[in-house]
Structures are given as C-alpha cells and as structure tokens.
C-alpha cells in the first residue's frame, strides 16, 4: 500500500497537471462515476485544487464535486502528454482527467467515489486534516487522544490506524519506532505520555522529510548511506530497520529482528537492544 507521502507527491503532481484547468474529456470505467458525468459533466468544469487526505487523493471540481480515490495495494495515478504511450495497458484504466495540457490516468484505482461538498465532510473514512501528519492543520493534542484510546493494542499496530493518525504506512511505522527507541509491540498502555508524544512528532518529521522536493521516490529515514546520483539496489539501504532482518543495528551492530504483527498480518522491524521491552523480554518468533 503506498505510504501518505507518496498520496501526498502524486497529489503534488495531479495538482500541477490539473488545478486551475479546464476539464476537456472525462473516462471512467466504474458506472457510478460515468453517471455522475451524464448528470453533471466533468468537461467545462475546472480542477480547483488536487490534495491528499491520508491515504485518500481528493480532487475538487468546480461544480461542487469531489472525486476520491483511494488507490489500497494495485492503484496508482499517472500523469501523461497527449499522445504519450501509456506505462500500463488500457485495460488496467479506471479513471481519466483530461485538459487541453495533460491526461492523468488512474490504473487499476480499486476505490473511486463522487463526494458532494456536504457529503465529504461527512464520509467518515476520509480522515480530518487535524489528524493527517502532512496537513498544516495537524492536531498532535487530538491525535495523542485518539492515540491513547488504544491502550491494548500494540503500538506499531495503532500507527497504522488511519482514523487515529493518517499517513504512517508499513514502512514508517517501524522506522518511527526505531527513531524514538519504543519496541513496536508495546501495548499504548505501558508508554507514557512524553513517549506517546515522541512518536507523534516523529512520524510528522519522517512523513513530512519524505515529501520535499527534492525526496525522490525512495523512503528515506536513514541518511547514512545516501547517494545522490546512483539508484540503491537495496531497498533497505535508506532505512534504519525496515527490510533489515538479521542485518546489523545501524547504531548497535546487534541484528535486526523481523515478525509478522497485528491482525493485518503486516511485517514488522525492530533492534531489540535499541528498542527493549521494559520488562526486559522480547517477543517470541
Ligand atoms: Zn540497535
């Protein structure tokens, strides 16, 4: 599943490619959307602005409607010039946004919806922007109360939990354990309050590095190893633990430990030195 910064860096780019635009043509597969378009078309209205909530990509059309897609495991949206080849067949094409400049195609988007304004504002999966760690209106008071409502769960897990913090996936989630020193199998109950509020600040500061400018496609966390020019072969090369199984601490040496956790069954890293449990055990497996 793409992480909140890549949401975040399409929606950059869809907003560059459509805002402001005249809408020329509009596709869709997903009968739902096409009678949308049949009742209210998309071609005359403008994009007024593209932005990513969480995991969800809104982008918001003059006449008042707002098309969320939500792009899971398989989806991803690309912006082409007209005439320019596809990187993926038709086939996978759900949803196109045409003007006179761009054709942004979403492929194989598994979640598309059309949202009018007062609708959005009640669509509870897309979270407020008080609770998305890219959003200026990021609330680290309303998340830490979310956060703690989840006292018996494993910390690692609740990061996940798009409806308490949106924006930290897979990847994130145990880099941000790592940077702040908590196993990512603590229950929420044991941390206390100045730890619960490390990690808040720490997935903002990891989320928010990774969608500068100049941030590339790669997750980066760990910077010690970075090269600017050349593409790293490894995928764990720019991260402090994620993908390292057995490989050494970045500041220990000891090696990394890696284990399936929560009920999506999602992988997990962690330095057991780095990252005790207080008790002094670690986890089995
Ligand atoms: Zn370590």
């Known amino acids: 599943m793409p992480e909140g910064d890549t949401i975040f860096r399409t929606a950059r780019a869809l907003g560059r490619a459509l805002a402001g635009k005249p809408v020329t043509g509009f596709r869709s597969t ?49 912006i082409y010039r007209p005439g320019e080849r596809w990187q993926q067949p038709r086939v996978n094409m759900r949803i196109v946004v045409e003007n006179s400049d761009y054709i942004a195609v979403g492929f194989r988007v ?32 309303e998340v830490e109360r979310q956060l703690l409502a989840h006292g018996s769960e494993e910390i690692a897990d609740v990061l996940l939990h798009q409806e308490v913090m949106a924006g930290v996936g897979n990847v994130f989630k145990s880099e941000v354990c790592f940077v702040t020193g ?43 190893r970075k090269r600017r020019t050349t593409h790293e072969s490894d995928p764990g090369a720019s991260l402090w633990v994620y993908g390292r199984n057995g490989e ?38």
């Open 30 to 78: 997903y009968p739902l959307l096409t009678r949308f378009d049949d009742d209210t078309p998309f071609a005359g209205q403008t994009v007024d602005a593209v932005e990513s909530r969480g995991k969800w990509l809104l982008i918001h059309f003059s006449g008042g409607g707002t098309l969320a897609t939500h792009m899971l495991m398989s989806g991803s949206w690309h």
């Open 110 to 141: 598994p979640v598309a919806k059309m949202f009018k304004p007062q609708e959005l504002a009640r669509a509870l999966k897309i979270p407020p922007s008080a609770i998305d760690v890219l959003s200026e209106d990021f609330n680290a008071a």
């Open 182 to 224: 908590i196993h990512p199998f603590r229950k929420v109950a044991t941390l206390g309050l100045n730890q619960v509020r490390a990690l808040i600040a720490a997935s903002q500061k990891l989320v928010a590095a990774n969608v500068l400018e100049d941030s590339g496609d790669t997750i980066v966390t760990y910077g010690g």
């Open 248 to 285: 050494p601490c970045r500041r220990c040496g000891d090696p990394i430990r890696r284990r399936i956790q929560g009920p999506g069954a999602r992988v997990t890293f962690w330095c057991p030195r780095c990252q005790p449990m207080p008790d002094g055990t670690d986890v089995d497996g």
